[in-house]
Nanobody, 121 residues
Framework: QVQLVESGGGLVQAGGSLRLSCAVS????????MGWFRQAPGKERAFVAG????????YYADSVKGRFTISRDNVKNTLYLQMNSLKSEDTAVYYC??????????????WGKGTLVTVSS
């Protein structure tokens, strides 16, 4: 069993930055691909960024490329999402997830409870 706890969300002005963290416990963090997903009000939960189990490969949704950076620390068992140049459309609940397949919601085996990011324009 894997437990994921997100932190770092909050209110920020457009153009600002936030860093999300996801603390992972309960199993072998280093064996999972990790991802960030988000769900905006009235929308489906969507992929934002993903990282391979070693951290060598990263993947991004087109909407965040060049602004967000995903990283992981396999010693601290923590996943990060650095978000820069935030826009109002980035407002959403952000979820951390762990899996071993692709980057669809159904590919992820474990989920955190989410952290709210609100970007004011």
């Amino acid at each position: 069993q894997v437990q994921l706890v997100e932190s770092g969300g909050g209110l920020v002005q457009a153009g600002g930055s936030l860093r999300l963290s996801c603390a992972v416990s309960g199993s072998s963090f280093g064996s999972y691909r990790m991802g960030w997903f988000r769900q905006a009000p009235g929308k489906e939960r969507a992929f934002v960024a993903g990282i391979s189990w070693r951290g060598v490969s990263t993947y991004y949704a087109d909407s965040v490329k060049g602004r967000f950076t995903i990283s992981r620390d396999n010693v601290k068992n923590t996943l990060y999402l650095q978000m820069n140049s935030l826009k109002s459309e980035d407002t959403a609940v952000y979820y951390c997830a762990a899996g071993s397949g692709g980057w669809r919601n159904t590919d992820m085996r474990y989920w955190g409870k989410g952290t709210l990011v609100t970007v004011s324009s």
